[in-house]
């Protein structure tokens, strides 16, 4: 079936550094994809988003790359902090209501 | 202004019993979803309430079910429990069905199946 997946389960980052996470999606009719982070005991927190037709949307230390091309999602932390530390989901949307496919995951570890 | 709230936080059952979790919106909010996180893994949709009805449903058996309230807020049942329905249970919001993609999570509730 349609799946969402993360090429790393665990990314170790020193502070400070740049991190960059990525994924592969299967589901070419995507509308939207957006990155979750979820902290240890907490639901996922909404990230970032970009539509299908974009490649590249920022916002704060974070900007998310599409390529629809090859089916790849990046996200990009710059200045990684102690506080990045978490699991991070990308997740795919293909219209009607709010059904969002989440992929495994992949846990960043800042390193102080 | 209240995020979403779930209860109970944890419980733990027997395999055959049945569980109620429940879900109040964050404030304005009218849309809610629920999706089951077992470990290790992304958040899977079981399904969505909006105006008291189930919209969309994922690949969940008819042992998940659930309702919305007037309020707005809901419950997830699950009847005759199975060890593999151990996992995290998160209820997710929006201020619409069709408003956006950024859902608030709960921070979920934890069932045990012994």
């Known amino acids: 079936g349609e799946s969402v997946g993360l090429h790393l389960p665990t990314l170790s980052v020193q502070e400070g550094d740049n991190s960059i996470i990525n994924c592969a999606y299967s589901?070419?009719?995507?509308?939207?994809f957006i990155w979750y982070k979820q902290e240890s005991g907490k639901g996922p927190q909404f990230i970032i988003d970009i539509r299908s037709n974009m490649d590249k949307r920022q916002g704060q230390r974070v900007t998310v790359l599409l390529n629809k091309t090859v089916k790849h999602l990046s996200l990009q932390i710059a200045a990684t902090q102690p506080g990045d530390s978490a699991v991070y989901f990308c997740a795919d949307y293909s219209g009607g209501y709010q059904k969002v496919t989440f992929g495994t995951g992949t846990k960043l570890q800042v390193i102080p | 202004d209240a995020g979403v709230t779930q209860s109970p936080t944890h419980l733990i059952k027997t395999r055959g019993q049945q569980v109620t979790l429940r879900c109040s919106p964050k404030s304005g909010h009218d849309t809610v979803s629920w999706y089951q996180q077992a470990l290790g893994q992304g958040p899977q949709f079981i399904f969505q309430y909006y105006e008291e009805e189930e919209r969309q449903r994922g690949n969940f058996p008819d042992r998940f079910s659930g309702h919305q309230f007037p309020n707005y807020s809901s419950e997830l049942n699950v009847n005759a429990l199975l060890l593999g329905d151990s996992a995290l249970y998160l209820c997710a919001s929006s201020p619409g069905v069709l408003a956006g993609l950024e859902l608030f999570f709960g921070e979920g509730s934890r069932l045990t199946v012994l």
């Open positions: 589901n070419s009719a995507s509308d939207y």
